[in-house]
């Protein structure tokens, strides 16, 4: 049998990309599942706008924590086995969710789903950094990106529709097993040996953890991550509820509305990852490729925050619209950028701790927003608290990050001697 497995060629860059796009297609439709059930599980299970918000600050808890042990795992014994574990852990998490009893058991089955996501895009930047030709680059984070960004619209439309005539118990049953499909296909995937364990250690040894974190890069595209995040958990988690309550739209109308936001949110991160690399083949800048996007969604996220909650109601869809093409436009960066940066020796690592900072909102922001709409009685606050955030992201990856390029480890070590 191994020497069979030895002779089967390794898993090309394309092919890889796509089930990891499937992955974390599956990863936010998961993740999501509770948003888009949240009027049916506050009303079936008596919960307050605060205990709701803390149960989607909890997957957060354990997801941020987890970030850089599964970046650390994936240097250490590869990025597909510890993907399939993670893909593995968070599939079980939704399926038993549908048969939780109350506020404490789906709050432990959060913090299960945390632990088992933590490990989707440490795993997915290493193997883009280490598999996919640099030329490439922005590409396969576009198609990544469509994945997880596609992930909420089916996970809203389909989920909210089935939701609306099953009940959400089943649903969360029967998306858990379908996740769980994904291992057959990943588990005939080949990454070369090196990759797996070899080049982690070597990798881990020529890029010490402590030069990563002296990158005022990693810190400027950290800021700037926790910002974009906060907007995108606090509309991914408390759209549906918002739109439900404060708006007066059905079930169905919601998952409708929701749908094409997201779905346009996704189309839009396919479209700049292609345009990304166009421009950069063609000779232009990678640093302006990756920044002006970026730059892009939160100045004219700070409008269309303020304006999904004061315009009509029609105008405030409009701005959800424009707020998740822009987003779609950031996408690719949020990965590319540090994978550029870190190169296969830091990717995984370098996303870890960005990661881990980047989605410390989902803590923040169910919560925190729970919080708001309990106190006031209306999501006014909320939107505006989100809309202001946009402005410290803008001066993190515009004005703290630098060129995005490869940092050149090698002279960072020099330094560093030199200097001891």
């Known amino acids: 049998m191994p020497e069979l497995k030895a002779l089967r060629a390794p898993t090309s860059p394309v092919r890889l990309v796509l089930l990891m796009a499937a992955s ?170 090196v990759t797996l364990k070899d080049r982690a250690h070597a990798d881990a040894d020529a890029v010490p953890t402590a030069d990563i974190l002296a990158q005022r890069s990693l810190w400027g595209a950290s800021i700037g991550h926790f910002c974009g995040n906060y907007n995108f958990y606090f509309i991914l988690y408390w759209l549906p509820s918002y739109l439900v309550s404060a708006r007066g739209f059905s079930m169905e109308k919601m998952a409708t509305v929701a749908f094409w936001a997201y779905a346009l949110n996704a189309g839009a991160a396919l479209f700049a990852g292609w345009a990304i690399d166009r421009w950069i083949r063609r000779g232009g800048s990678a640093t302006f490729a990756h920044k002006l996007p970026m730059a892009l969604a939160h100045l004219l996220g700070i409008g269309c925050m303020f304006g999904l909650v004061l315009l009509p109601v029609n105008a405030a869809i409009a701005c959800l619209y424009v707020y998740e093409v822009v987003l779609g436009f950031s996408s690719p960066g949020y990965f590319a950028i540090p994978q550029i940066l870190g190169g296969p020796a830091a990717a995984a690592r370098w996303v870890g701790i960005q990661n881990k900072i980047g989605n410390s909102p989902g803590i923040i922001a169910p919560a925190l927003t729970g919080w708001l709409v309990g106190m006031s009685g209306s999501f006014v606050s909320a939107f505006a608290v989100a809309g202001i955030v946009n402005l410290i992201g803008f001066f993190g990856w515009v004005l703290i990050l630098g060129r995005v390029e490869l940092v050149d480890w090698a002279g960072v070590r020099r330094r560093r001697s030199g200097a001891a």
């Open 24 to 193: 974390l297609c599956i990863n936010y439709i998961d993740r999501g599942n509770l948003g888009t059930a949240g009027p049916l599980v506050q009303s079936d299970l008596q919960l307050s706008p605060e205990q709701f918000g803390w149960l989607g600050s909890a997957f957060y808890f354990t997801y941020t924590l987890m970030q850089f042990p599964a970046g650390w795992l994936a240097d250490r014994f590869g990025a597909k086995i510890v993907l399939a574990i993670g893909a593995t852990l968070w599939s079980v998490a939704t399926l038993l969710t549908g048969f939780a009893a109350g506020f404490v058991s789906i709050l432990l089955l959060r913090f299960m789903l945390g632990i088992g996501e933590s490990a989707g895009f440490t795993t997915t930047s290493k193997l883009i950094a280490e598999r996919v030709p640099k030329e490439h680059v922005g590409l396969a984070n576009g198609v990544t990106g469509f994945g997880y960004l596609f992930g909420p619209a089916i996970g809203t439309l389909a989920g909210g529709l089935l939701m609306a005539r099953f009940g959400w118990r089943p649903v969360f049953m029967l998306f858990g097993a379908v996740s769980l499909l994904w291992l057959v296909p990943w588990a005939r995937v080949v990454v070369p040996e």
